[in-house]
């Protein structure tokens, strides 16, 4: 059995680490590069660094910090915002990467999904997917959440799967933030839908909230900001409960 994941989230804006509700109300939660080193050396999982601004202002990740976490932790890591060619991929690859993650542009460009699977590998790419409930459907968002598509979150789920991605990281727009648990039911329809990994997002506010979106989302991994950012959940502790729980985890 694949253990499940803990993966923090670093959402950067101005070099610094940030966090809001609902994509909105953005405040300052620390050095990007000191939470990397601490979450690394806790026993996080994975990482993921996500430019949050670099789409909508319509420029580059920002490379130098990506390095400088880079070689501050030996966990998998995950970088995405701004990304939209190849060359944007290897620059990042080549500054400590592992993987990256990409959202408006691959909405755009459908085809870059293609590209960059062909290029470097379907289980380097990672399409993250904003989804916000709507009458009861599930509408796919860009450009951080601002910006409403027509696109269904299942159909495109199913399409990004189709074109090569290897893993896909839905955030839930109305549970980012609240801290009253992850979309549970959208993440289990999201685990029939395809067969590639799903990273819930949005909505971690206790250690129960982690269990229910394995047990209940059947997620793969459940990433989490401001309760790792501010001392509300220790991943160590996190990991017991879920052992203690009989969710596979590696401690």
């Known amino acids: 059995m694949l253990t499940k994941r803990i993966i923090p989230c670093l959402d950067i804006k101005d070099g610094r680490t940030v966090k809001g509700v609902n994509f909105l109300e953005l405040k300052d939660a620390g050095n990007p590069i000191e939470l990397a080193k601490k979450y690394s050396e806790n026993g996080a999982d ?6 949050i601004s670099a789409t909508e202002e319509r420029r580059k990740t920002l490379v130098n910090l990506v390095r400088n976490v880079a070689e501050t932790i030996n966990i998998p890591f995950t970088v995405g ?18 993987k990256v993650s990409i959202n408006s542009s691959a909405i755009r460009n459908p085809q870059l999904i293609n590209d960059l699977a062909k290029e470097f590998g379907s289980q380097c790419i990672v399409v993250a997917i904003d989804a916000k409930q709507v009458n009861e459907i599930w509408k796919v968002h860009l450009v951080g959440g601002k910006q409403a598509t027509a696109l269904d979150l299942f159909d495109w789920a199913k399409e990004v799967e189709t074109r090569g991605a290897g893993e896909i990281l839905f955030t839930s727009m109305n549970n980012d933030g609240t801290k009253n648990g992850f979309a549970n039911d959208a993440l289990a329809q999201l685990s029939k839908t ?18 229910d979106a394995f047990t209940l989302g059947n997620a793969d991994a459940a990433l989490a900001a401001s309760v790792f950012h501010y001392n509300e959940i220790q991943i160590p502790e996190l990991k017991k409960y879920l052992k203690s729980k009989n969710i596979a985890i590696r401690i």
């Open 46 to 51: 994975e990482l993921v660094f996500l430019d």
């Open 194 to 211: 395809v067969n590639i990994p799903i990273i819930a997002s949005g909505g971690a506010g206790t250690m129960q909230h982690f269990e």
């Open 81 to 98: 915002g701004g990304i939209s060619s190849i060359s944007d991929v290897e620059i990042l690859l080549k500054n400590g990467a592992d």
